[in-house]
């Protein structure tokens, strides 16, 4: 079974399961009490459009998903479609 660390994701691409490229992992928040994944810190793709209902948080231009919608993390980060709703802004 191969491995992947936290170290050697940013950078890696983040796609939705319908496929969508949508940016650039450049961190994970952990809670520092219990350890636990709170969020992957993506930078969005400039062409990648997304809705904010309360899914997402947006801060300086990045986007936060829950730790809880990524769905595998090798060469990509694959992230659940339903976290992220395509859309208008």
Request: net charge neutral; no cysteine; charged share 30%.
């Amino acid at each position: 079974m191969r491995v992947t660390t936290a170290k050697n994701l940013p950078g890696k691409k983040v796609i939705s399961t319908d496929g969508e490229e949508v940016g650039n992992l450049l961190d994970i928040e952990i809670d520092p009490r219990t350890g636990k994944l709170l969020y992957v810190l993506i930078d969005p793709n400039e062409n990648f459009l997304y809705r904010n209902e309360g899914k997402l948080k947006i801060e300086d231009n990045k986007i936060k998903i829950s730790f809880d919608a990524v769905l595998a993390a090798r060469d990509y980060v694959i992230v659940d479609k339903r976290y992220i709703l395509i859309g208008s802004n």
